[in-house]
């Protein structure tokens, strides 16, 4: 592969420096308005960039891949999951996938403390109260949340992200209990004083906070699903900063409503945007616009990672964050 001027489409307005560096090397379409692109318009960008730089809000599913050109030989993904992407697809067809793991691991690990913290003291219902102009002084039972320290925190999914989280509860006194596909090394264990449960049916029936950080497969579809819900504890709480596809959103909300589960700390949703309406409504649940990983410092990074992947692979190398199915 020639090292000069691939042609690049990138799907999103990214932050200003990354699009300038981008700019600089490589033969590059950025996007005009900051909306996502239509399936036609990303159909159209793959039969004529060499790199497509998509976001979580382009879906890039088998049939556009087969409508691409000979041409598209990377996918240089902007966010550490891919699964708007069909990786395995991508591969049949020789289409490189990479994406940027590691930068966005602090940013949304502070998140889930902040979903944790927030949803067991209830942060957003002092808020609204103050919102409201309706407070009307200190009482000694008004608002009261429980005490952090001293839960059981299960964290679904103990990679980076959920080694990140671990590392952050002991500090606030939690103690850690996992369940992953792969038991952890003893050492990692240790670090974080964890305890791994190899039956998630168990794990979950006994936590005070379950925090989902396990990728979005088909594998984890739904893990959280009403019969494991109903394991829960009705004080304990779920909070989730990975995808909301792990999480049936619609069994979460019956138990919500029900008081079968206590709360909910929720950063993303079953269907993006397309929340079920009626989990707005619920005063045990704290909800943000997928904003886990939105720092300036954990963008621009993200953007280097993408500029790297493109010019590893431009200078003949496999990019270093290449996606391989069997990761997934
Ligand atoms: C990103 C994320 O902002 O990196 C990820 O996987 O979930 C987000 O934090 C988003 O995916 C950007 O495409």
């Not at 001027?5 to 990138?10: C, F």
């Not at 429980?146 to 509860?169: D, F, N, Y």
Request: hydrophobic share 40%; net charge neutral; aromatic share 4%.
């Amino acid at each position: 592969m020639a090292s000069e001027r691939l042609s690049v489409v990138v799907t999103r307005r990214l932050p200003e420096v990354v699009e300038t560096r981008m700019s600089e090397l490589f033969d590059v379409e950025l996007r005009e308005t900051d909306t996502p692109m239509t399936r036609d318009e990303l159909v159209n960008a793959m039969k004529r960039a060499d790199v497509l730089v998509p976001t979580i809000t382009e879906t890039i599913d088998a049939n556009m891949l087969a409508a691409a050109g000979e041409q598209l030989k990377l996918i240089a993904n902007f966010g550490a999951g891919v699964d708007n992407i069909d990786v395995s697809s991508a591969r049949q067809r020789g289409i490189l996938v990479a994406n940027t793991p590691g930068v966005v691991t602090d940013d949304t690990a502070d998140m889930t403390m902040a979903l944790i913290l927030g949803v067991t003291r209830r942060i957003s219902e002092g808020v609204a109260l103050m919102r409201s102009g309706k407070w009307e002084g200190w009482a000694p039972t008004a608002l009261l949340g429980g005490r952090v320290s001293g839960r059981r925190l299960g964290i679904l999914g103990m990679g980076r992200i959920g080694q990140a989280v671990a590392r952050r509860a002991q500090a606030f006194g939690m103690q850690v209990h996992y369940h992953n596909r792969k038991r952890l090394h003893p050492e990692i264990e240790a670090e974080f004083d964890a305890t791994y449960w190899e039956s998630l049916d168990q794990m979950v029936a006994r936590m005070d906070v379950i925090s989902i950080n396990c990728p979005h497969t088909p594998s984890t579809f739904h893990l959280i699903n009403a019969r494991r819900l109903k394991l829960m504890k009705p004080s304990a709480v779920i909070v989730n900063t990975s995808r909301g596809e792990v999480i049936d959103e619609n069994a979460l909300t019956r138990g919500l409503r029900s008081g079968e589960i206590a709360g909910a700390g929720l950063d993303v949703y079953e269907h993006g945007q397309g929340i079920n309406p009626r989990l707005r409504d619920l005063d045990n649940v704290l909800l943000l616009p997928h904003m886990g990983s939105a720092t300036h410092e954990g963008r621009i990074e993200m953007g280097e990672k993408v500029l790297i992947n493109i010019k590893t692979f431009a200078d003949g190398h496999r990019p270093p964050d290449l996606v391989v199915p069997s990761m997934l």
